[in-house]
């Protein structure tokens, strides 16, 4: 039988919901905790524990931060309400953010001093996965960091990967996921809008080029965005300025060219100059379009 834990999920946004929620379906006692008073009464409302985070992290096994940045993920851990130094030694730590490779090495050194584990542990999968438990997790860790997380990340994940015995080799294949999933959502943008251009409708491009070799998983999911007109955000186009912007300064540190990235950070933020940062992140397809003279889906 899988040990159940008392586990805190520190953000509550898309991913980090679901992933309390899929902690509290797995059997564990969870709580919910976010700088959204509304986030948190709504997570106690379908089951999750009650209590503030300081009050029982004496007694917490593990506790997963699903917040925007490292700067957030640090604050979490050892800000003026830091989480770390009221842990119980042998708990763990699962940093799920997208961070610089040196940010987690030097976490995790710091949580170590606390005698706390650190797992190395970004996410992909998207809000919809998050909530079904069915996440990949790009970890490393020691192998006591990876015990002592098991049993939750056996409900929150289908494929965890071990990558490495030290932190900071999670988040470098985080990295290159990132660029990949960057470029892939801004060129899927600007193949929708060039085909508007030769009169290839939205939905017809869905249609036919999903089930061609130009087809990605990233426009299969947000294609139909665009072709609904819908943008609420499930991943916001303020998060690859930041995650781009990550890839770039990992591969300058490494003497590497990455001008594919960097044109697609270009068109995020043009996307987030325009006001457009709190919609998802398909609507990068609207830089596209207005600069043409084009009307998505549900625009006037």
């Known amino acids: 039988m899988t040990k159940k834990l008392d586990v805190a999920v520190i953000g509550l946004g898309s991913m980090g919901y679901g992933i309390a929620r899929s902690s509290l379906r797995g059997g564990h006692r969870t709580w919910g905790v976010d700088v959204n008073p509304d986030q948190t009464a709504r997570f106690a409302a379908e089951g999750g524990a009650s209590g503030d985070l300081r009050d029982v992290a004496a007694g917490l096994d593990a506790v997963a931060v699903v917040v925007l940045n490292a700067a957030q993920t640090e604050a979490v851990l050892f800000g003026d309400a830091g989480v770390v130094p009221l842990l119980k030694r042998g708990s763990v730590v699962l940093a799920c953010a997208t961070v610089p490779p040196d940010f987690a090495r030097a976490m995790a050194a710091r949580c170590a001093e606390h005698g706390v584990h650190y797992l190395d542990a970004p996410i992909s999968g998207g809000a919809v996965k998050a909530g079904l438990g069915q996440l990949s997790i790009m970890a490393s860790g020691t192998p006591e960091a990876f015990a002592a997380a098991r049993p939750l990340t056996d409900v929150i994940a289908t494929t965890v990967f071990e990558l490495g015995d030290a932190a900071g080799a999670g988040s470098a294949m985080k990295a290159v996921n990132q660029l990949l ?110 600069q043409a003279g084009l009307k998505l889906p549900g625009e006037d």
């Open 181 to 290: 999933a960057g470029v892939h959502i801004a060129s899927m943008a600007e193949a929708l809008t060039f085909g508007m251009t030769q009169g290839v409708t939205p939905e017809k491009f869905l249609e036919v080029i999903s089930k061609c070799a130009g087809t990605s998983w990233m426009l299969e999911n947000r294609a139909p965005h665009v072709v609904a007109g819908d943008y609420t955000p499930l991943s916001s186009v303020n998060i690859w300025p930041k995650d781009l912007g990550i890839v770039l300064d990992i591969a300058s540190a490494a003497g590497f060219d990455a001008p594919i990235t960097a044109t697609a950070l270009a068109r995020f933020k043009a996307a987030a100059e325009m006001g457009l940062g709190a919609e998802d992140d398909a609507a990068v397809a609207k830089v596209y379009a207005r």
